[in-house]
C-alpha cells in the first residue's frame, strides 16, 4: 500500500517538464506493486478469477441439518433444503 500511495504522489506531483519521467516512475511502481500483491493489485483477469459472470464471488455452500437421520430427517441438505447423499469429502466422525 505504500507503494501505491508513492505512486499516486509522483502522478498527482508531476509537471509538464517532468510527465515522461514521472510516468516512467508510475508504471515501474505498478509493475512492482502488482508483482508483490498479485490479488490486490494485479490484472483484472487474476483478481476476478474467482467470480462469476455478474461479478459475484463464486464458492460452495454446505448445509448441515443436525436431525436424526434414524428419525426420518435428512442429514444433508443442500443450499435449496434439498436432502442430498453425505458428500465424500466429509469425514465420518463416529
Do not use: C, H
Amino acid at each position: 500500500d505504500m507503494l501505491f500511495d508513492l505512486a499516486r504522489e509522483v502522478a498527482l506531483e508531476a509537471t509538464e517538464a517532468t510527465v515522461r519521467s514521472d510516468r516512467l516512475r508510475v508504471q515501474t511502481l505498478r509493475w512492482q506493486i502488482a508483482q508483490l500483491a498479485p490479488k490486490k493489485y494485479g490484472p483484472l483477469a487474476l483478481r476476478d478469477a474467482d467470480r462469476d459472470e455478474d461479478g459475484r464471488r463464486q464458492f460452495n455452500v454446505v448445509i448441515r441439518n443436525f436431525a436424526d437421520p434414524a428419525a426420518g430427517g435428512p442429514q444433508w441438505t443442500d443450499v435449496d433444503g434439498n436432502a442430498i447423499e453425505k458428500p465424500d469429502w466429509v469425514e465420518n466422525p463416529g
